[in-house]
């Protein structure tokens, strides 16, 4: 959850949603978001609503409090939605996650559990740092419901994770892989960032070689953003550190796929490899598809159809707005049919199967012709093969370029 808020409308203090917001309600998929706002320590590049122990000594908040929050936000979550389908997927991120102990995590979910409910075959997915699990840990969450962790790895160089300030020692996330896959996961997810100031080419590739020893079926990679009012944006801006450049990242880019490709595991959506559809991460695909999700914690986002809200930031005023009996969202917006469409493009582009031509104007399906003659969009994927209708997909040189075919077809 990044930390800066948009402004957007007033939300009502009940959390109450228009009808019109409801009516889709078990049309399509639902999912839960869990925020957990704690860290041992924070990382120079990041921007998300976390804070270390030291942060709150003076404050109310703690796990404790945070989780009483949570449990009271999804009750709330049961009361407006009416009678919400069951959770399809649920993903617990932060933030540190795997600080609440196995135990801690179990809590999390039977929350979810007793208020909106979880389907029989949902996707329950933690987000893990390397050092706050170990074998016992992950037999733990396994027994307790969860199908999917994600690690943090960002990198097997010593010296890029002292610049990006991650404590993980090189070996303990592929480590901390393999005891997952022994403690029953069919899915795990390592997290790769590329391009930190002082990464070499032979620096990734022996990432990348780490990874592909793990056995994992899903790894995301991400190029490295300078986030202004973190500790690595002031390194950069004093001149300690260069910034990445965008050359470099694309070359870095182009070396990750050809990797992940090579051992199995292909793209589906820009920043993500799988080794099959079933190992794709169905959360993540509801927030591409535009899906109904409620965010529960502080800073959480939430979309129910066609409404987004989000939560306060403080785990401190979090707690209290439910404790108070209210809705802790901080503000609100209703998104135009415009916005809708825009954010249908701009995620759906992202995703190998793309996005239907005839969800564009007639002028965006003109340029979505010419981005194809570019060499941006799969020609033959445009023109649409074995009966199905035309689709724009990206091409390699279109993944890289991403963000302008976005510009062109909206």
Not at 31 to 41: L, R
């Amino acid at each position: 959850m990044p930390s800066a808020l948009p402004d957007g409308d007033v939300a009502p203090p009940d959390g109450a949603l228009p009808e019109e917001a409801l009516a889709g309600l078990g049309r399509r998929p639902f999912g839960v978001y869990v925020h957990v706002p704690f860290c041992a320590t924070r990382c120079g590049y990041c921007d998300f609503n976390t804070y270390t122990a030291a942060e709150l000594a003076t404050s109310p908040a703690s796990p404790r409090s945070w989780l009483d929050a949570v449990r009271a936000e999804l009750t709330l979550a049961a009361e407006v939605l009416g009678a919400p389908p069951p959770a399809d997927t649920v993903f617990v991120g932060g933030g540190t996650p795997s600080l609440l102990g196995a135990d801690g995590l179990r809590n999390v979910l039977d929350a979810v559990r007793d208020t909106v409910g979880l389907a029989p075959d949902a996707e329950v997915t933690t987000e893990s740092n390397p050092e706050s699990t170990n074998q016992e840990f992950f037999a733990a969450i396994r027994d307790a419901g969860y199908t999917r962790v994600s690690l943090g790895m960002q990198s097997a160089a010593p010296h890029v994770l002292r610049v990006l300030d991650r404590t993980h020692t090189p070996g303990r996330a592929t480590t901390a892989a393999h005891e997952a896959r022994r403690a029953g996961f069919d899915h795990v997810n390592l997290d790769l960032i590329y391009g930190t100031p002082g990464e070499t080419a032979s620096d990734l590739a022996a990432s990348l070689d780490a990874v592909l020893e793990a056995g994992v079926d899903h790894v995301s990679a991400y190029a490295l953003i300078v986030e202004e009012g973190t500790a690595l944006a002031r390194r950069i801006g004093r001149g300690d550190l260069p910034a990445p450049e965008d050359d470099t990242l694309a070359d870095r880019y182009e070396q990750t796929d050809t990797a992940l490709a090579k051992a199995g595991l292909h793209w589906y959506e820009v920043s993500n490899w799988a080794t099959e559809p079933t190992a794709w991460c169905r959360h993540n695909l509801g927030y591409w598809h535009g899906a109904n999700w409620w965010g529960a914690g502080p800073g959480a986002h939430s979309h129910v159809g066609g409404v987004r809200w989000w939560n306060v930031k403080h785990p401190a005023r979090y707690a209290a707005e439910l404790a108070n009996g209210g809705s802790p969202a901080a503000a609100r917006e209703t998104l135009t049919p415009q916005d809708r469409h825009l954010e249908r493009v701009m995620l759906e582009l992202r995703l190998v199967d793309g996005l239907p031509v005839d969800a564009l104007s007639e002028e965006a399906q003109r340029e979505a012709r010419q981005a194809a003659e570019e060499g941006l969009l799969d020609k033959d994927a445009l023109a649409g093969v074995r009966g199905r209708f035309g689709r724009c997909v990206l091409t390699f040189r279109g993944r890289l370029l991403a963000d302008a075919v976005v510009r062109r077809l909206t």
